[in-house]
């Protein structure tokens, strides 16, 4: 039964409202870490302290992977900041760090959070591996894929990795210092400092030292892990078909697209890695997700198994020679492959076309201008049918679908390139 509405039921109605509309804003907990920190500043040096310039300049955003609290690039780093962190105050910056910790903290209620850094931009080079003098400043490649190539000369120079040698530490331990470089040992893995978070259902694990973590490509996994759910009723396939089909990461780094692969229930899921660090993340991702999975170490002897999961810790350009001739026996049919190099993926393309088997899709990660997506999906149409032209077999390149992922810096779009090949 209905009730008529009455003047009271309108009044209350606009009273609350207002109540709706007067609620404060919650107060940024760095701020108010700041200001009772203030409070702890001797008289005579508080007077040296620019406190409305300071908090004017702390950071508005921050990101909490439980016990890690991680802020943006370039917080605590104005003149004020510096002066006022110089000053000589006894335990000033600890106490300043613990506070911003346990404020953050309660906001956002995952817990006690003990580790605190600010992030920065992935390095282009490894500076300690550079000669001359110049200083090498980060790129705008923050929070993107993890990579491998085919040189692993290059790899040394260029911070290719991805190694976050920019992250900044303000309180914890997050692990021994080592080279970028150096081949970590089980000991190194055991004292680092490790974090998971949860997307899409799946647990992914790094060691924010030594391995970056991209939280932009959250809806790029999932239109992966859902490819074959919201694809056209042609390209739909049920678990019994995935079973019997297979993916390959040319690019593996700690499992983004390997774990949507496995989840989506893909019978042998492959991936590449030349960073022990991020192979070392997939391993503990794959078994905080409950898949079973081997790492091969490079130059070593290895026969199929059963595994949810292989990575092999080496260059890509390896992939032919350990997977070719399994294509049609254990592997199956290998339908996925995704290459997530960027600015481009386009050296591994070869060897991608000569994994896939027919009517199977390359997705090709590309850093593309705003205004040419359109010319760059042609292009690489016709790279790739001018690779399958030596083919024996007749074969079609179609680029499906562009996926804009996210921008990469202002006018760049980080694309996938969906190209589905088949053969006659």
């Known amino acids: 039964m209905a009730f008529p509405v009455t003047e009271t039921h309108r009044q209350s109605n606009l009273s609350n409202d207002r109540l709706k509309k007067s609620k404060p804003k919650p107060t940024n907990p760095i701020e108010e870490a700041i200001k009772s920190w203030f409070s702890t500043v001797p008289y005579d040096l508080l007077e040296a ?29 104005g003149n004020e900041w510096r002066e006022c962190l110089s000053l000589d105050i006894r335990n000033a910056e600890e106490n300043l760090w613990m506070r911003i910790l346990q404020d953050v903290g309660k906001r956002e209620g995952k817990g006690v959070l003990t580790h605190l850094a600010i992030n920065s931009g992935i390095p282009l080079l490894n500076e300690s591996l550079v000669n001359g003098t110049g200083k090498i400043g980060p790129d705008t490649r923050q929070g993107e894929e993890e990579v491998s190539i085919s040189n692993q000369e290059h790899a040394a120079e260029h911070n290719i990795l991805r190694t976050p040698t920019g992250l900044k530490i303000l309180h914890g331990d997050f692990g021994p210092s080592l080279s970028p470089t150096a081949l970590p040992a089980s000991q190194d893995f055991a004292s680092a400092f490790w974090v998971s978070t949860r997307q899409n259902g799946i647990t992914q694990t790094w060691a924010p030292r030594y391995t970056m973590f991209s939280r932009g490509n959250i809806k790029e996994k999932a239109r992966i892990l859902d490819f074959h759910v919201k694809c056209p009723e042609d390209r739909k396939r049920g678990k019994k078909e995935l079973q019997g089909e297979a993916a390959v990461d040319l690019y593996a780094g700690i499992g ?55 990575v092999f810790v080496e260059d890509n350009a390896m992939a032919l020679g350990r997977l ?43 850093n593309v201008g705003v205004n040419e997506v359109q010319a760059r999906r042609e292009t690489i149409e016709g790279i790739l049918q001018e690779y399958l032209s030596h083919s024996a077999k007749t074969a079609e390149v179609q680029a499906e679908h562009v996926e804009l992922v996210k921008t990469f810096a202002p006018g760049v779009w980080h694309c996938v390139f969906d190209i589905l090949i088949t053969r006659q």
């Open 49 to 77: 302290i620019q406190q409305s310039a300071l908090l004017s300049t702390a950071p508005k955003r921050w990101v909490v992977y439980p016990p890690m609290l991680l802020l943006p690039s370039g917080s605590f780093e």
């Open 256 to 310: 983004y697209f390997v774990f949507s692969y496995v989840k989506m229930g893909m019978g042998n899921v492959v991936g590449f890695e030349m960073n022990p660090w991020s192979v070392e993340g997939l391993r503990r991702g794959a078994v905080a997700n409950g898949w079973s999975v081997r790492v091969v170490r490079s130059g070593e002897e290895w026969l199929p198994g059963d595994e949810s999961v292989t």
């Open 324 to 366: 070719d001739k399994l294509k049609h026996t254990w592997l199956g049919k290998v339908t996925h492959i995704n290459c997530g190099l960027l600015p481009t993926s386009d050296q591994s393309w070869e060897t991608a076309l000569r994994l896939v088997s027919n009517d199977g899709w390359l997705h090709l990660h590309e």
